[in-house]
Nanobody, 112 residues
Framework: QVRLVESGGDLVQPGGSLRLSCSSS????????MGWYRQTPGKPREFVAH???????NYADSVRGRFTISRDSANNTVYLQMNRLKPEDTAVYYC??????WGQGTRVTVSS
């Protein structure tokens, strides 16, 4: 059973930075692509960033140039470095990979 645990969410001022982490167990982490998604109340979950097993990345237009996804295969962890945060980045952030179910996510609030 694949288990994903997100962490690192917090309250941050506009223009600030956060790094989210997602630890994975029960899967061949180094062989699988990983993704970050986010959701705000009343809206569908949306794609944020994706990283392949080989390290190729892709981003939503709304975060490209501000967010960076990376992975540490030695620790079965994927990260999302978020810089120049905006109020519209406020959401619950989730990670996802093949065979996993949605976890609890980690809440990011960008507000002054």
């Amino acid at each position: 059973q694949v288990r994903l645990v997100e962490s690192g969410g917090d309250l941050v001022q506009p223009g600030g930075s956060l790094r989210l982490s997602c630890s994975s167990s029960g899967t061949k982490f180094s062989m699988n692509a990983m993704g970050w998604y986010r959701q705000t109340p009343g809206k569908p979950r949306e794609f944020v960033a994706h990283i392949t097993a080989h390290g190729s990345t892709n981003y939503a237009d709304s975060v490209r140039g501000r967010f960076t996804i990376s992975r540490d295969s030695a620790n079965n962890t994927v990260y999302l470095q978020m810089n120049r945060l905006k109020p519209e980045d406020t959401a619950v952030y989730y990670c996802m990979t093949v065979g996993a179910s949605w976890g609890q996510g980690t809440r990011v609030t960008v507000s002054s």
